[in-house]
């Protein structure tokens, strides 16, 4: 059975930093690409950012490019998000899924979805 697991999140000033993790069971994790989405109220789910198997390709969405970075450890089964230079618009709940679909950023290529992890950036 595959779990995710996500975790990091919490409440944070705008400027600040936050490390989100995802934990993975159940899956060769080392042969998925992961990525992170996230889903602020009122709206729909939205692709944050991505990575290959290896962790040398990288895919992120405009609006985070240059604040955030997706990473992996395939040794630990986790992939990670570390938050910089947060914006109140950044707040949402945050979801790590895997997808053997190659490196996108299409909802519907992701097999599998954690729980998430809410995200609270204070102005």
């Known amino acids: 059975q595959v779990q995710l697991v996500e975790s990091g999140g919490g409440l944070v000033q705008a400027g600040g930093s936050l490390r989100l993790s995802c934990a993975a069971s159940g899956v060769t994790f080392s042969n998925y690409y992961m990525g992170w989405f996230r889903q602020a109220p009122g709206k729909e789910r939205e692709f944050v950012a991505a990575i290959s198997w290896t962790g040398v390709r990288t895919y992120y969405s405009d609006s985070v490019k240059g604040r955030f970075t997706i990473s992996r450890d395939n040794a630990k089964n986790t992939v990670f998000l570390q938050m910089n230079s947060l914006k109140p618009e950044d707040t949402a709940v945050y979801y790590c899924?895997?997808?053997?679909?190659?490196?996108?950023?299409?909802?519907?290529?992701?097999?599998?979805w954690g729980q998430g992890t809410r995200v609270d950036v204070s102005s």
């Open positions: 899924a895997v997808t053997r679909g190659g490196l996108g950023p299409r909802r519907s290529d992701y097999e599998y």
